[in-house]
C-alpha cells in the first residue's frame, strides 16, 4: 500500500536535485577545518540569522545540548516550557552532559510568558540552583506548530536578560515561523544569545542542523560538539544538502502551511476536533489515539498519537494534495 506518512517532517528524503548536488560537493575533513562546504554553509546561516559564527551538527538535539552547554556552568538551571524538546524529547541529555537541572514553566498555553519566567528565577540562595538560561521553542511543536508572535519573543529575552540569564532559541522549525509570519530570520531571533536550526525538519535535507551564537560561543561549542563525538569528516556532502534547502525549500515551506490548513478545515468540517493551525502540523483531538493511530495505519495513513487523546499529523516535502485527500478520506472511513 502506498502510505501517506504524516509522521513528521522528518522523514523526507533529498530530492534528486538535492542527491546530485551532494553527490558534487567539494569536500575535506572538516574535524581538521578543512571542508569547504560545511564553512560555506556555517557561514551562510550564521547571516543569514545575524549572528557572528555556527557550527554544523548531526541533529537538532545536538545543537540544543550544545548550546545549554556553552551558555551554563554545571549546576545551573535551565528555564523552558514544559512541552519543550529538550525536557520533553532530547533523553535527558541535558542533565546526563551538561549537568543542569531543567525547570519547566508554561502549564497552559503554547507560548512561555515573561512574568512566569521572571518569578521562576529566584534570588541568590545556597538551597537554589542559579537559573542562567532561558530556552524558547520557535515554532512550538507540541504547542500545535505555534508561531511566536514577534513581541512575546522580545518580551521574553527582554526579561531574561534583565535578570541575568542568556537566552536560547530552538528554531528547529525556524524557517515555518519565517515563512508563516513573513518575518525574516535575522528579526525573529534578534536578541537571542544563540539559535539552534534544523535542515532536516522539512526543508528536505537528510541530516544536520546548525548551532549560530556568536564567536565565543562557537568556539566552546565546536570542543563539545567533538567531545560529544560528533565531529564529523567528509560533511560537505551533508552540508551540500542543507545550503540546498536554504536556496530551494524555504519559500516553498507555504505550500506545506496551506496543505496543513486544508487537511485541518477537512477534519474540522467532518466533526473532528481540530487544533488552530498555525504552520504545517495538525492536532486531533480524539477519543482513542493509540487506537486511531492504529487504524489510520490501516487505511495507508501514518501518524503520531500525541498523548492519550491527540493525534499529529505533519505535512512536509513529500505529502501532496492528493495524499491531504486521502488522510481526510481515510478519518471519514474510520470515524
Ligand atoms: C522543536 C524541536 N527541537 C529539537 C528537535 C531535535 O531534532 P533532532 O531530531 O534532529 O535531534 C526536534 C525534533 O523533532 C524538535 O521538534
Not at 508561531?147 to 536560547?168: I, K, Q, S
Not at 525573529?188 to 546548525?210: M, Y
Request: glycine share 12%.
Amino acid at each position: 500500500m502506498n502510505v501517506v506518512d504524516l509522521r513528521s517532517d522528518t522523514v523526507t528524503r533529498p530530492t534528486a536535485a538535492m542527491r546530485a548536488v551532494m553527490a558534487g560537493a567539494e569536500v575535506g575533513d572538516d574535524v581538521l577545518g578543512d571542508d569547504p562546504t560545511v564553512q560555506r554553509l556555517e557561514a551562510t546561516i550564521a547571516e543569514r540569522l545575524g549572528l557572528e559564527a555556527a557550527l554544523f551538527v548531526p541533529s537538532g538535539t545536538m545543537a540544543n545540548l550544545l548550546a545549554i552547554a556553552v551558555s551554563t556552568r554545571r549546576g545551573d538551571e535551565v528555564l523552558l516550557h514544559i512541552d519543550a524538546h529538550p525536557f520533553q524529547h532530547e533523553a535527558g541529555g541535558a542533565g546526563m552532559f551538561a549537568g543542569v537541572q531543567l525547570h519547566p514553566l508554561g502549564h497552559g498555553g503554547p507560548f512561555l510568558d515573561p512574568t512566569e519566567v521572571l518569578s521562576a528565577v529566584r534570588p541568590p540562595n545556597d538551597h537554589y540552583a542559579p537559573a542562567t538560561l532561558l530556552c524558547v521553542e520557535d515554532t512550538v511543536n507540541k504547542g500545535g506548530g505555534a508561531v511566536y508572535p514577534l513581541d512575546r519573543l522580545r518580551d521574553l529575552h527582554r526579561a531574561a536578560h534583565g535578570a541575568g540569564l542568556a537566552t536560547h532559541l530552538d528554531g528547529a522549525r525556524l524557517f515555518h515561523a519565517v515563512v508563516a509570519s513573513a518575518t525574516p530570520a535575522d528579526v525573529r531571533v534578534r536578541g537571542f544569545d544563540s539559535v539552534a536550526t534544523c535542515f532536516s525538519k522539512g526543508l528536505g535535507a537528510p541530516v544536520g542542523s546548525a548551532l549560530v551564537s556568536d564567536r565565543e560561543r562557537i568556539a566552546l561549542a565546536r570542543r563539545y560538539r567533538k567531545a560529544l563525538g560528533g565531529g564529523m569528516r567528509q560533511s560537505g556532502v551533508l552540508a551540500a544538502a542543507a545550503l540546498y534547502a536554504l536556496d530551494h525549500h524555504v519559500d516553498r515551506l507555504a505550500e506545506d502551511h496551506a496543505r496543513a490548513r486544508a487537511l485541518g478545515d477537512g477534519l474540522a468540517t467532518m466533526g473532528f476536533d481540530v487544533e488552530p493551525v498555525a504552520t504545517n502540523m495538525v492536532y486531533v483531538g480524539v477519543d482513542d489515539g493509540p487506537a486511531w493511530q492504529q487504524a489510520l495505519s490501516e487505511h495507508g495513513v501514518a501518524c503520531f498519537a500525541h498523548g492519550p487523546r491527540r493525534l499529529r499529523l505533519v505535512v512536509h516535502l513529500d505529502v501532496d494534495d492528493a495524499g491531504i485527500r486521502r488522510a481526510i478520506e481515510a478519518f471519514g472511513r474510520i470515524g
